[in-house]
DNA sequence: ACCTGAACACCGTTCAAGT
DNA sequence: ACCTGAACACCGTTCAAGT
């Protein structure tokens, strides 16, 4: 006969760094960066806060590393058709929407000390504009522009700077920032 | 003869909003945001942690909006001498001074709603390239450009986001993304 | 190996009380 | 009006103990 599970253990799938993350990045999304505490991501999935440590040794400090990097992480340019123009549109609007997504976590995006996640996104916008023609120090300026921009933009509307602003199409301003940064590479 | 004051006032200037801010920035500028807490601002103050509440009644969430407008709130592109993209290179140049002077207030800059902070900068902004000559929703656009990438770039210097890549110069870099962002506006 | 329970030091905030 | 002291609910983290 099969041996009962014990009631702690009762037919749930064995933590994991990865269900912890994502379990994180649930909360963030839907109650904000604020209620993320380890005692409710315990509740979460079912367990108590300190059996996270044992996956997460770091603690809370390697959970926000976590998703830093589950967000960040570079989503490479998408080398299908297209100029290389259209290529870095195309990454621009779909980095933009990931940190909309997880606008929770575009504070630690924004701060916390991670070269990995950052860095890798940096590198391939690089690679792009270096195959398009432009110089080692202009295609490292420039990716470094794009993807500030983009950042920066992403906060300027989860801020949602306006106010006194009539209502803002933050959709056009933004792809009409892209298209002047990415003017202002083509004709160097 | 003088009535001598008790211990808890001994001869200091009575706490006051400014005061507060200006010490919690001056925690945050010297030990990061994580270290920013009310007992140990009182701590800094001289003054029990409740006492602060009297000042700013909605607690830690108006001392966090007070240390981003202190911080973002725009100073005006200064009307001195030279054409409008100088007077925008040298406002760029200086607010990226100033963020990264505060590079702890960076994530609350980022996220926190505070329509008034950036909202100002923007406006004083779209108004330079309002007299250039731009139509209103070129200037709009242009000048959340050029603040979205100066916000944006100042992250990525904070977090250091080289790490694989060779000594940065972020001077030059910053001022590379600036001149494009500017050129493009000048072609428009 | 993986998780729990109790404990510790530390938070933000309230409230009644002092002056 | 301005500040204090005690208290409350809640943190992150440790450590010994369970299975």
Redesign the pocket.
């Known amino acids: 006969m099969v041996r009962q599970p014990?009631v702690?253990?009762q037919n749930r799938e064995?933590?994991s760094r990865d269900r912890i993350i994502e379990a994180a990045l649930h909360i963030v999304d839907g109650q904000g960066l604020g209620r993320?505490?380890?005692?409710?991501l315990g509740d979460a999935l079912e367990?108590?806060?300190?059996?996270i440590?044992?996956?997460l040794p770091r603690?809370?400090?390697e959970l926000l590393d976590g998703l830093v990097a589950h967000v960040a992480v570079h989503p490479a340019p998408t080398r299908a058709a297209g100029d290389w123009q259209a290529v870095l549109r195309r990454w621009a609007g779909d980095y933009r929407a990931r940190l909309l997504t997880h606008a929770g976590v575009l504070p630690l995006v924004v701060t916390r000390r991670n070269p990995a996640a950052l860095g890798g996104t940096a590198a391939s916008l690089r690679e792009v504009l270096r195959q398009a023609g432009l110089t080692e120090q202009a295609a490292a300026d420039g990716a470094h522009a794009l993807l500030g921009y983009v950042i920066g933009h992403a906060a300027l509307e989860v801020r949602g700077s306006a106010a006194a602003e009539e209502a803002v199409d933050w959709d056009t301003r933004f792809t009409a920032g892209v298209d002047l940064v990415i003017n202002g590479l083509s004709r160097r």
Chains 1, 2 share one sequence.
């Open positions: 014990s702690a253990a064995p933590l993320l505490t380890m005692r409710r367990v108590e806060a300190m059996a440590y044992h996956h603690g809370k400090e």
